[in-house]
Structures are given as C-alpha cells and as structure tokens.
T-cell receptor, first 112, second 113 residues
Framework: KAGVTQTPRYLIKTRGQQVTLSCSPISGHRSVSWYQQTPGQGLQFLFEYFSETQRNKGNFPGRFSGRQFSNSRSEMNVSTLELGDSALYLC???????????FGPGTRLTVL | SQQGEEDPQALSIQEGENATMNCSYKTSINNLQWYRQNSGRGLVHLILIRSNEREKHSGRLRVTLDTSKKSSSLLITASRAADTASYFCATDGDGGSNYKLTFGKGTLLTVNP
C-alpha cells in the first residue's frame, strides 16, 4: 500500500503570495490532519478533515485554510504569506476510529 | 499550546546503551503515543498506550504511563546508530477533545557508533 504523499516537497515563495499544498492519504484512510512544524513552536495542529468536513481546527489565523475532496485527498492553502509561515508542513492520515496517524514526508515551505 | 513536554531535550549515548525519554502532559487523555522523526522528515508511529494501561512493549521499545503523575516514559534498549532521531510524545488533545493530536517539542536522541 502506498504511503501518504505530499506535493510539492519543497516550495519557495515571497511575502504576500499564497500557496496551496496537497496531500494524498493512504488508500482507505478518510481522516486527514495537517501540522506545521517550526524549530521555535514545534509541531502544531492546523486542522483535521473527515469525509470532506473539518472536525477540528488549531489556533491559526484565517489565512490558513483547508479542504478535503470526496476521494479523501486534501489541500491546505495559506494566503498572504508571512516570513513566519516558513515551516515544514506535515499531513497525516488515519483510519476511521484510530488514533494512529501515518505521516507524509512533508512540504518544506520557505517564505522570502 | 504544547500538551506534552519531553525531557531531556537532547540525549547522546553510545551504541548498545539504553535510552530513556520522558514526557509530561497537562490534561486528561484517552491515550498517549510516541513518534519518531528522522531529520526533517515525516513522523513514524512507534507505539500507543491507552490511559488504562500502565506499560506496553514493542520490540526494543518499552513505554510506561502514569496517569496520576501525567507522565510517560519511552525506553529504547540496546540502541543502534539507526535509532538516531527526534522522539515525540503525542496526546489526544486538550481534555480528550477528538480528532486532534498535541505533540511535545521532542527529544533529540543521538546514538554514537
């Protein structure tokens, strides 16, 4: 079974731009979570989707948004990028009812 | 906010030695998990322990959970150079809220050959 895939793996943007990151979960996994990882703040929960519905959201500004499609693939969008948005963005999927999460390799976003 | 806090922040040992990492958390939980992350990559799930369990083993890993002290420990026995990674504990949110894992800041383990 293929693992969680994330595209692109690396991204460089400038302040003020917007970015869309994509995540394809493991086949059969309907829950997708997103996390931001920075050296200063560590791993922080962004949001979680299940069956195209956002079930929980972390403490991030409205510039961070996401969605999930009917095939469970998910995207997250960050608008009006700031330097502080530079981070590794991790996507994780899990089976319904399971707390074990399977992570993708992440997208490294650099904002200049 | 960080639910889990790992201790120590960094640990350096020789191959063959045991490594112990600790995690403390603040609110009630349903379960606690440990994950490993190799430099700048995705996290790999190691083990999950439920709140009604006190100890769990998986290969060279041993996890304990003390809900009265709100703490957990991860023991890696007979460490190998390949165990070099960051280790994170994760709890199921604040007071058991669903669909959200809260991670600590991690312990960086270096195993020297």
């Amino acid at each position: 079974k293929a693992g969680v895939t994330q595209t692109p793996r690396y991204l460089i943007k400038t302040r003020g731009q917007q970015v869309t990151l994509s995540c394809s979960p493991i086949s059969g996994h309907r829950s997708v979570s997103w996390y931001q990882q920075t050296p200063g703040q560590g791993l922080q929960f962004l949001f979680e989707y299940f069956s195209e519905t956002q079930r929980n959201k972390g403490n991030f500004p409205g510039r961070f948004s996401g969605r999930q499609f009917s095939n469970s693939r998910s995207e997250m969008n960050v608008s009006t990028l700031e330097l502080g948005d530079s981070a590794l963005y991790l996507c994780a999927s899990s089976l319904y009812g399971s707390w074990e999460q399977f992570f993708g390799p992440g997208t490294r976003l650099t904002v200049l | 906010s960080q639910q889990g806090e790992e201790d120590p922040q960094a640990l350096s040992i020789q191959e063959g030695e045991n490594a112990t990492m600790n995690c403390s958390y603040k609110t009630s939980i349903n379960n606690l998990q440990w994950y490993r992350q190799n430099s700048g990559r995705g996290l790999v799930h190691l083990i999950l322990i439920r709140s009604n369990e006190r100890e769990k083993h998986s290969g060279r890993l041993r996890v304990t959970l003390d809900t009265s002290k709100k703490s957990s420990s991860l023991l890696i026995t007979a460490s190998r150079a390949a165990d070099t990674a960051s280790y994170f504990c994760a709890t199921d949110g604040d007071g058991g809220s669903n669909y959200k894992l809260t991670f600590g800041k991690g312990t960086l383990l270096t195993v020297n050959p």
